[in-house]
């Protein structure tokens, strides 16, 4: 839905242009979907394992930093859309026309899950082949990480339990990713082959033991987790 090197430079920006893109039909009218998560309380579940990807566990924290990224880049839409109710846009109807129709809040949890998953898989890609981060490329994630920090808001701090560290990690990883990723790149390989759905990455994630806590994620709705 977005390109790799941009998903990496912009922490996935790609998805929100992907979803103006793909909106071209939508049901006359909305569904509410219901404030809050019910009774699943998300800051009580961030140390259960939300993917396991060969031996290395991903907890519901450390999924965090795509859900708090994808939940502020569309809500920003979603107030555009309607100030007042920014809700309406999290349930618009998404249909691309190829029977795989969903609402943009589920469309954007798939998204949201597939590329922290894409993401993992590469980091070890690039644990394996030696890439790592020079002591400029970690200085500049150090600010990266203190930026994000003054732009978090109350609720992303109590929700998710992050804090400086938690987004230095985040991002420090995908500063690897995005290393590894471009030199994929200056071999040949087009961002569409590495991005989810590409060839190659569809290729290597057969090589790798994916799964996925379906039970946790069946009760997170995003577009209320982070977001008010």
């Known amino acids: ?11 996935l920006d790609w998805w929100t ?15 509410y979907i219901k404030q809050g998560t019910g009774k699943f309380d998300y800051s009580e579940h961030l140390d259960e394992t939300a993917f396991e990807i060969n031996d290395s566990r991903i907890t519901l924290k450390d999924a965090s930093y795509y859900v708090m990224v994808i939940e502020s880049n569309v809500n920003g839409f979603a107030v555009q859309y309607n100030e007042k109710d920014p809700k309406r846009y999290w349930n618009i109807y998404l249909n691309n026309g190829e029977n795989k129709s969903n609402f943009l809040s589920s469309q954007a949890k798939e998204d949201m899950k597939a ?15 030696g890439i790592s981060l020079s002591e400029q490329e970690k200085s500049d994630v150090m600010d990266d990480a203190c930026d994000q920090e003054k732009l978090m ?15 230095y990690k985040a991002l420090e990883k995908i500063a690897i990713v995005k290393k590894y990723i471009n030199t994929l790149m200056e071999n040949g390989y087009t961002e569409e082959q ?35």
């Open 17 to 31: 242009a992907g979803t103006v893109a793909v909106i071209f039909f939508c049901i006359l009218g909305f569904i």
């Open 194 to 228: 590495l991005d989810v759905g590409g060839e190659y990455y569809e290729e290597l994630k057969k090589s790798y033991t994916v799964w996925e806590n379906e039970d946790m994620w069946e009760k997170i709705t995003l577009g209320t987790i982070t977001v008010n």
């Open 1 to 11: 839905m977005g390109k790799i090197k941009q998903s990496m430079e912009k922490h």
């Open 153 to 167: 808001t109350g609720k992303m701090i109590e929700v998710t339990g992050y804090d400086y560290k938690d987004l």
């Open 115 to 129: 590329a922290c998953i894409r993401d993992a898989i590469y980091y070890m890609e690039a644990e394996n082949a």
